[in-house]
Each structure stands twice: as C-alpha cells, then as structure tokens.
C-alpha cells in the first residue's frame, strides 16, 4: 500500500520530457518532487507560475512564492510569474499537456468531484472547474476509500461535480486503474495489495484482464 508520496512517486512516472503540468492542490503537489533529472518539465500554478521546482527544505521558504494551494515553492531558471488572466488563459486555450488532480470521488465513467461536500464551508471552486473543462489528459491522485473505510471510486459521485466524464487516469494508495468506457480498468496493484483487495474497496465497475503486475516506483 501506498502513502501520499507513493502517490506522487508513481504519478511522476506518466510526466514526460517537455511536458507543460498543472498540479491541484493536495497530493497532487508532491509531484514535482519526484520527477526524473534527465527531462525538462514546466509546472504551472492557476495563480500565475510557471517554472516551480520542488518544495524548499525548512528555513528556504520566501512567503511571496507561492501555489494555488498557498504552500510555499521554489521556482527553477527561467521561471515566470503572471496575472490570473494569463494563466486562465494558458488553461482554457489547451496549453497544459497533463493535469494531476485530487478528488474526493471519482466516477466509473470519468466524472470527478473534488471542490465541495454540502454543509461544509469553502472558498471558492478554485481552477479545478476551468481545468476539467479544458484538459484532455487528467490524472487523479487520491486515497481509494475514505476514513469510513468507503469506496471513493463509484458509479456515480455523491457530491457536487466538478467536472464530467473528464478522468482518464487514477493512481490511488491501491492501484494505478484507468477509465475506460466500461468502467474502471485495473492497470497495476500497489506493493502487498492484492487484487481482491482493490475489488472489496470499489464500488464502481473494475475489469481486471489477465495477471495485474505490482507498481514499480
């Protein structure tokens, strides 16, 4: 079984050389951590950065460097910063090759809910609704069930969407699946996690063909 950054390791491994990414706020963060030092990769934030390295080691931090999510980052050579129109406007126009997402529940034909659970206060529904509608290739980064013990991969989502039919990969503490037209296909099995184990904690359709490999990190 996977922890957050087993999450963030295994993700890391679908981001390739040239790659423009944008990182949701949660696991998705950690991300940047992990990928590999032979490709060249912009990350990009929805609040204006482009270019931001990986999180700054304690007592590194500047406060005016900053994600989406408020965390403190560190920016690499040739970094920029602009307004919140520019990087709207990067999101909206397609520019953005991979979008990796948290969520607090994912649905067997793709849909992603991830911004509001009703009767709980937040802010606002941030960049999630501009990047589910704009991205082609959407990863979700999350936990597979929840602290109930729940599945969070269903038929359908509970709570508000944020974006539909728009997932096309999930990589949880469990198993790497994708979403496929007939439901969630089972990719790879996290170390020590059986198969039977992935099917007891999802509650949507899961096809398994053939021997399903352990995830490489």
């Keep these: 079984m996977l922890d957050k950054n087993g999450i963030a390791k295994r993700i890391a491994k679908e981001v390739q050389d040239g790659f423009y990414v944008n990182l949701g706020i949660g696991i998705p963060t950690l991300v940047a951590n992990y ?37 403190t980052i560190t920016t690499l050579p040739g970094a920029s910063f602009f307004d919140s129109s520019m990087s709207f406007s990067m999101i909206r126009g397609k520019h953005v090759d991979l979008t990796i997402l948290g969520a607090m529940e994912v649905a067997e034909n793709g849909d992603i809910a991830n911004w509001k659970i009703p009767g709980k206060m937040v802010k606002g529904m941030g960049g999630a609704m501009d990047l589910v509608a704009s991205a082609e290739n959407i990863i979700v980064a999350m936990m597979h069930t929840n602290r109930a013990g729940e599945s969070k991969l269903l038929k359908q989502c509970s709570l508000p969407l944020t974006g539909v039919g728009c997932v096309k990969k999930i990589v949880t503490n469990l198993a790497v699946i994708e979403v496929t037209d007939k439901g969630f296909k089972l990719l790879e099995r996290a170390p020590g996690v059986s198969v039977d184990d992935i099917k007891n904690a999802t509650e949507g359709v899961l096809i398994v063909e053939g021997e399903i490999p352990e995830m490489t990190l």
């Design 35 to 71: 990928v590999r030092d032979d490709i060249e990769v912009e990350f990009q934030s929805e609040n204006g950065v482009l270019g931001m390295g990986p999180f700054p080691f304690e007592g590194d931090e500047d406060a005016d460097i900053i994600n989406a999510g408020k965390q």
